[in-house]
């Protein structure tokens, strides 16, 4: 079942059509949280052009997002990071079936709507690309299209949600190929909905209360969570899975899917590290199927990775205070 | 009567939203029973019925093939065992399938409806919609049909009856046992479709 939790009553984004003479809405909070829900148990991979795009979607992958740089060629270039060439998602749309995300910059409203009509499925508001608002994330209810937002803890994930997005996936710490961060963003998800689900367990109406201040969110979104007892949307993992064995492990936590970035395209083996991170994924209550995807990659053409303490840039604390 | 199982693909997509689903109609109907994710090959035997969920068509048919489930399912259906597939699944089990975008559609998976499939027929997620249909097989009040990058048949052979249709266009299909549908009731928050298919699995054990 599909939480229909809303901010708005009548969204913008809403479209009151006629397929001929049958009235359609499009753009419903159905729509665009039941669009998330399809990715469920799979694998959307990062790419960068249309020979990328063609073997994720022959690996198994459940979509593929757009960049014009992976996030490690991004942390490497330094300089702003923006939205990827039209004429390259174009491109990739022209030549796969599976759907198609691309990221823009935080509150970057204008590259959302651009993104919006360029014929892709899903936009990510990424931590990944420079913010292009210090102060506020886009206004999502606005659109049609459904947004995907990174999280590092459960006040960020439920502030995007009021904001209209569709999709949660933990931020981690992208580029890095390191899947430490992402490890500890989920665990303190699950930790602060198992708090709140005791509280809303045991009727106490007023330290729910005072928790949904301390989030800065309204109390509605605390409620639902609490009593759900798991985020009210599809939640990822991201940032920094490099090998089958890393996605498994996500899944193993709670995660209800994955998303790659550098880890395929910056390792040596993109092909064969493809297809083993979706049957990883999939089969990641079995360390059996498992050990049989990790045997498909070599460790030596994992992508190196880094130390996730000394970094220069921590795309994780962007748009973490909004 | 022993209690029956139904199983739902648990490979990818919306798996949790068809257990939901199909847990409310078994408890609605009062009947005895339990819903089960299916994802190993040994856990085939056991099920009484079967529904594929929404997802990626190509990544539920790549991996279902891999993992040799596919020929044991369309074994269990030949023989009467009720399957149901909804949107990815649906396509699933067309004989036929074609994209606009890169058209024939490569593998065939289970082949065991006699329908051609157009995947994304009304485009993409900009044009993904929901909208009530008319569906006299499970009643007389309209369904809310959720249509997200959603497939349409566009051919039919003998002995494949019409469900539902919008704009002339059809949606819902049943042949014999199997039921395929473009959109996903498992989403509607109405269970009279997997009340239906879990009557037609009460039949076959029967």
Redesign the interface.
């Given at each position: 079942m599909i939480s229909l939790i809303s901010t708005e009553i009548q969204p913008r984004g809403i479209k009151l059509e006629k397929l001929e003479t049958v009235p359609v809405r499009k753009g419903t909070t159905l729509v665009k949280r039941g669009f998330a829900h399809m990715h469920k148990h799979g694998v959307v991979m990062d790419v960068t052009n249309v020979e990328q795009a063609q073997i994720a979607e022959d690996a198994g992958a459940v979509a593929v997002m757009v960049l014009d740089k992976l996030p490690f060629d991004v942390r490497k270039a330094g300089g702003v990071a923006r939205t990827a060439s039209i004429k390259v998602i174009e491109d990739i749309r022209d030549h796969i079936t599976i759907p198609i995300m691309a990221k823009c910059r935080i509150g970057h409203i204008y590259e959302a709507k651009i993104l919006e009509v360029s014929g892709i499925d899903m936009i990510d508001e990424s931590e990944v690309l420079t913010p292009a608002d210090e102060e506020r994330f886009i206004w999502k209810w606005d659109f049609t299209l459904p947004f995907v937002n990174g999280a590092r803890n459960l006040g960020e994930a439920l502030r995007r949600m009021e904001e209209g997005s569709s999709m949660i996936r933990t931020k981690g710490e992208p580029g890095t190929g390191n899947v430490a961060e992402a490890v500890k963003h989920i665990r303190l998800v699950n930790n602060e909905i198992r708090k709140i689900k005791s509280i809303h367990e045991s009727g106490d109406i007023q330290e729910l209360i005072k928790i949904s201040r301390e989030l800065k969110v309204s109390y509605a979104y605390v409620e639902e969570t609490a009593k759900l007892g798991r985020l009210p949307l599809v939640n990822f993992a991201a940032g920094g899975i490099s090998t089958p064995a890393d996605a498994a492990f996500l899944m193993n936590l709670g995660c209800d899917g994955i998303f790659v970035g550098s880890g395929i395209f910056k390792a040596d083996d993109p092909v064969e590290r493809a297809k083993a991170v979706v049957i990883a994924t999939t089969y990641h209550d079995e360390p059996k199927q498992v050990m049989e995807a990790q045997k498909m990659v070599d460790e030596k053409k994992s992508i190196l990775g880094m130390d996730t303490n000394n970094l220069d840039l921590k795309m994780q604390e962007r748009g973490s205070n909004a | 009567m022993n209690q029956i199982q139904i199983g739902i693909l648990?490979?990818?997509?919306?798996?949790?939203?068809n257990l939901?689903?199909t847990n409310l109609a078994l408890d609605e109907l009062e009947i005895k029973g339990r819903v089960i994710p299916v994802?190993?090959v040994n856990e085939i035997a056991g099920i009484d019925g079967l529904i594929l969920p929404?997802?990626?068509s190509?990544?539920i048919g790549?991996?279902a093939k891999?993992s040799g489930a596919t020929q044991l399912i369309k074994d269990r259906v030949s023989n009467g065992m009720p399957l149901m597939g909804t949107?990815?699944g649906m396509i699933m089990l067309a004989k036929r399938a074609y994209?606009r975008?890169?058209g024939e559609?490569r593998q065939q998976m289970f082949n065991v409806l006699d329908i051609t499939v157009e995947?994304?027929a009304?485009g993409?997620?900009?044009?993904?919609?929901?909208?009530?249909l008319d569906i006299p097989l499970i009643g007389s009040e309209s369904f809310k049909g959720?249509?997200?990058?959603s497939p349409i048949v566009t051919e039919i052979k003998n002995g494949v009856d019409v469900i539902a249709t919008?704009?002339n266009k059809i949606v819902a299909i049943k042949q014999g046992n199997v039921i395929g549908t473009s959109f996903?009731p498992e989403?509607a928050?109405d269970t009279r479709f997997h009340k239906y298919f879990t009557q037609l699995v009460i039949d076959y054990t029967k």
């Open positions: - | 648990a490979i990818q997509g919306d798996i949790e939203e939901t689903a994802k190993y929404g997802g990626e190509t990544v790549t991996l891999l949107c990815a994209d975008v890169v559609i995947r994304n009304f993409r997620q900009n044009d993904s919609f929901e909208a009530e959720v249509f997200i990058r919008i704009n996903h989403l928050n």
